[in-house]
């Protein structure tokens, strides 16, 4: 299984940003994707997960309101909109893959490398 996040930059205070994890047709009909972000020196927060069956979402507390997660079976892809960035966003992004659709990170089994989003004016 293997996932690849892109998309992350350097970004100012209110603005829009689109991740995007790259994986297999394989992985998005076995496994649940999820978003992750770890700050320096923090513990890695959970985002969002998108199930492999369904497309049902879920939203953590950390971004509600603020990120959308959606995948295109087309492209293997899923992504993250993320609207309204803060500087306290600033974090290494991931994507991971799991069987079961949770938003803690020790049920996750495969991890891509992870994207950087800097949010700073």
């Known amino acids: 299984v293997q996932l690849q996040a892109s998309g992350g930059g350097l970004v100012q205070p209110g603005s829009s940003l689109r991740l995007s994890c790259e994986t297999s047709r394989f992985t998005l009909d076995y496994y649940a994707i999820g978003w992750f972000r770890q700050a320096p020196g923090k513990e890695r927060e959970g985002i969002s997960y998108i199930t492999k069956l369904d497309g049902r979402t879920y939203y953590a507390s950390s971004m509600r309101g603020r990120v959308t997660v959606s995948r295109d079976n087309a492209k293997n892809t899923v992504y993250l909109q993320m609207h309204s960035l803060k500087p306290e966003d600033t974090a290494v992004y991931y994507c991971?893959?799991?069987?079961?659709?949770?938003?803690?990170?020790?049920?996750?089994?495969?991890w891509g490398q992870g994207t950087l989003v800097t949010v700073s004016s």
């Open positions: 991971a893959a799991t069987n079961t659709a949770t938003m803690w990170h020790e049920d996750y089994h495969y």
